[in-house]
Structures are given as structure tokens and as C-alpha cells.
């Protein structure tokens, strides 16, 4: 017996070492190069951080047009506020000196960003006197670009904001951050102060810019003056989230114009942890259209033009707006139907219910756990209708005030 426990021992030691020597479950021994270019990305983040452009450069590859355009992304970033910086490797494969890295960034804006924001990116590297060193480093494949890309940023910080641009005077940056300091504290006073109270604005130099930025077509977005990017139903502790402008349809607007669209979009921001995926576009939207339209003095006639001429010509609609109504690639003139018939049902559940109501609904309608039934259920529980009376009085509504 003890003889056989001694060879099994044996048996064992040889498994084991040779478990070490091919790999677990027989497989090929592990590649330390990525463990290596973990290390260089590392390196390379804590010089971003540090502004240290030396330790930047000795992370990249030498000479030629990718160093420079390395050099150029690092010196673009130098007016971003930043508090973290960090690659993580998600998918490393080498042919030689040659490899290519997939690797997730993640970075926080100092004093903005509650979390990191993350952004996946593709990365060549060569190896050279058995070191590795960073080729490029871009988007990932239907990935969105980031603003530095575009260009060196310039930044201007306001009381309630963080306006970050390419291609714009400080003059003109500034000009956004006044808007954004008036559009926050409008948004808390109407909503509560249940969020960060501050908002990061991208201004590219153009529409395209905005697109990329976005990580879609150009041809999306030209008449649209601003979106908010951000993951919807996210936590209290989400990252902030951008307020990206298209420089182009937000240049045509008036004073009165720009200062709805900016308070519009930081009800987005404001309101996210509450937006799921049981929210109707019809209410996400038309409540930030409320409380971008309070105060301003704008009649239902002024603020919704093209829903006015179709009841004038009789087409008065059947039915709250459907989510694919809200399309930017669709028909202009119907995606404004729908903003509009949005916003005058919200502007309805405040003259009708109250404001108070109003929010109630909003966040009861998002603390669903699905779409199906939120809004009824919400009609129910906080404004003691039903969604065939509300619809109703939705339409009668409309008639009376644009009739």
C-alpha cells in the first residue's frame, strides 16, 4: 500500500510539471507579450496623467507620420482636467515583432465624472530591442471617436459646467458655458437636485466632427442641434454624460432657441438615472422639452408649429407619439409632430395634475421593470386615469390648443 502511494506520488509530480510546462488543460504555454504591452499601457497612461510627454513618447513607436500623429493626440489632450487614465487589455494577437492589441480605455474628468467613462480601441504595436512599442492607437471597430482626436482642445469651465472644443475661439466656448449655467440650475429647480448639477459640452468644429464623436452617419444628425450620449437607467454613481452640439444647426438658432435646446438636453443628463427602457420616447422627450420651454413665454402655437398645421388641416393624431416617430433619419416634418405632441402632453400632466404629478409619473414610468405596462401602470398608481381617457384628453387638449 505504501509503495503504491509513493508512485502515485510520483505519477502526480510528473502531471503537475508538465501541466506547467504545456498549460493548463494541455493548451499552447501562456504569450508574456501581453503581459509586456500591459505594462507599456500603463506606462503610457501614467504619462498622460502626469502630462509627462517624454515618458509619452518613449511608449511609441520612433520616427515616421504615426509617431507624430501620437505626439499630436497627446498635445491635443493637454487642456482636458483629467483624474484617472487606464488601459485594459480585452484581446491580444501577435505575429512576431507585430501585434495587435483591443484594449478598453477608461478615464474620468476631474471633478465631473462620478465613474470612468470607457471607450474600446484598437492598438498596433511593433517590437524592437526586445521592447514593445504603441504603432497607434484608434477607435475600435464602430467604436466613437473622442473629441482630442479631432484636434487640439480648448476647455472653459463655467459654474455648473465644462465646455470642451475643437476648432472653437474661447469666445465662443464661453458663450456655451453661460447657457449651460443657467440651463442647470432651471433643471434642478424643476426636477430636484438628485443629480450632479453640472454638464460636460463637446462643441466640435463641425457636423461631421459631431458624428464621429457619436460613432455614426453624418447625414443622421444635420438638422439636429445637440444630442446627450450616456447609457439610459444608469445608476446615481453613472458617469456624467456629454452634451455633444452640432455647431452647424445650433449656429442657426436665436438666443431663445439655444438656450432650449442646452436646458433641454441637461433634463437628459439630470433625468437619466430615472429614463429606462420602460420609458416612451414621447415622455423622455416631451419632458425635456417642458422644462426647456418653462419661463420662456412660448404658447403651444409658437413652440409647435408643425402639429398646429396638421389639426388645422383636420389631422388631428390618433395616437401619442410611437418611439419611431423620434427617428432623425425619418420624415423632418414628423419627427417634429412627435417632439411636439410629447411635449404637450407633458405641458397637459402639469396644467392638469401639477408639476409635482408630473415628475411623479416621469419616475414611476422608469422605475418599471419593463416597458410593457409602465406607462399604464403609472396612469394608474399617480394620475388615477387610464391610458385610453389620458389619450383622450391628449387629443382634446391639442384641439384647444391648437385648434
Known sequence: MAGRGRASGVVASCVLLLA???????????????????QVLDRRAAAVLAGDAAAYRATATAGGGQRTAQDAGFGNLRAVPLAS?????????RS??????????SYRIKGYDSAPLVAARTLRLTRSGGHWYVASDRPAKKAAEQLWEQGAVRAVR???SLVLGVGQSDETLRGYARLADRAAPAVSQAWGTDWAGHVVVLVPQSLEGMAELLGAPA????????????????????????????????????????????????????TRAHTTAATPLWLSEGYADWIGYLGTGRTATQAAPELESAVVDGHLPADLPADADFGFSGDAARLARAYEGGWLACRLIADHWGEVRLNDFYRAVGDHARRAGAVEDALKDVLHTTPEKFTQQWREYLRAQLG
Open 96 to 105: 512576431g515583432d507585430r501585434a495587435t492589441a483591443e484594449a478598453d480605455l
Open 85 to 93: 487614465w487606464a488601459y485594459r487589455l480585452t484581446g491580444f494577437d
Open 20 to 38: 506547467a510546462l504545456v498549460g493548463c488543460g494541455g493548451g499552447p504555454a501562456h504569450d508574456t507579450a501581453a503581459d509586456a504591452v500591459q
Open 219 to 270: 447625414s443622421g444628425y444635420r438638422g439636429i442641434a445637440a444630442v446627450t450620449t450616456g447609457e439610459a437607467g444608469a445608476s446615481a454613481r453613472a458617469p456624467a454624460d456629454r452634451i455633444i452640439v452640432n455647431p452647424e444647426a445650433y449656429g442657426v438658432l436665436g438666443d431663445l432657441g439655444r438656450q432650449v435646446v442646452l436646458t433641454h438636453e441637461t433634463t437628459h443628463v439630470a
Open 158 to 160: 463655467g459654474e455648473h
